[in-house]
């Protein structure tokens, strides 16, 4: 779009975008011991957010990653699992079997807007 003076406009919703999922705090933790157990921290899901949450680029190297949610049972952690959240749920992530010097990565991101929400890293020293 260009306004009268040829100026190249750009729509609101275009720069505002919809709010996307948000984590308050981080998931990335290093322990010394097994697991590696991240801090539980509370996503925070807008009401226009399908609050999809996808995981991407897991790197697992023999590992064995796992999420909890809202305090349940652990699960595992899969490329591209997409795990549904609704406004103040928790979620942990943790690594069971973690050689020491070995980090295990992965993404989180919105699944809706395909959206990096956060990197995170499980390091055993």
Do not use: C
């Not at 260009?2 to 919703?13: K, Y």
């Not at 998931?27 to 011991?33: G, I, Q």
């Not at 690594?95 to 991101?109: E, K, M, S």
């Amino acid at each position: 779009m260009v306004d009268l003076r040829g100026r190249v406009l750009i729509p609101f919703h275009a720069v505002s975008g919809r709010g996307g999922v948000s984590v308050i705090g981080t998931l990335t933790k290093t322990s010394a011991s097994s697991p590696v157990t991240s801090d539980t921290v509370t996503l925070n899901v807008p009401g226009n957010s399908s609050g999809d949450v996808r995981f991407d680029n897991v790197s697992t190297l023999g590992s064995s990653p796992q999420y909890q949610k809202n305090g349940g049972s652990w699960t595992s952690i899969t490329e591209d699992l997409v795990v549904n959240f609704a406004n103040a749920d928790t979620l942990a992530v943790r690594v069971t079997a973690i050689g020491t010097g070995t980090q295990l990565q992965f993404d989180l991101t919105d699944h809706g807007l395909t959206r990096l929400i956060q990197s995170v890293t499980l390091t055993k020293t």
